[in-house]
């Protein structure tokens, strides 16, 4: 047996299935720190996001013993530097406006 459908009931069809097909995906808690740059940091270079956030703030050190901290690795030595995304928005909307985002590196 063939099922024929128009164009209308294909639309029909469409509409209730694509609630049902979801092409993305959640949003990782861990995310490398040149993965979210331009959305977290504006961009700014990884040397500018260490030097004038991470060494700034050190309360977002997790090395520093702080709770609420977010960002791991932040020197290198070995290990990618790593965000925790969760913490890391809250944090960067409440302290938006203490960042100097027009400051120059040395």
């Known amino acids: 047996m063939e099922l024929k459908l ?3 009931d294909l639309q029909a069809l469409a509409k209730q299935i694509a609630p049902l097909i979801t092409t993305t995906r959640p949003e990782p808690d861990w995310v490398r720190l ?3 740059r331009d959305d977290l940091f ?4 990884p040397a500018w996001i260490r030097l004038f956030i991470f060494d700034s703030f050190p309360e ?3 090395e520093n013993g702080q709770s609420k901290a977010w ?8 290990s990618v530097t790593k965000i925790y995304l969760p913490y890391a928005r809250a ?3 409440e302290r938006h406006d ?6 120059k590196l040395p």
Do not use: F, R
């Open 6 to 8: 128009s164009d209308v």
């Open 98 to 103: 203490d960042i100097d985002w027009t400051a």
């Open 34 to 36: 040149k993965d979210v």
């Open 91 to 93: 944090w960067m909307h």
């Open 42 to 45: 504006a961009g700014k270079s």
């Open 71 to 78: 960002v791991k690795g932040v020197h290198g030595k070995g």
């Open 60 to 62: 977002v050190q997790i």
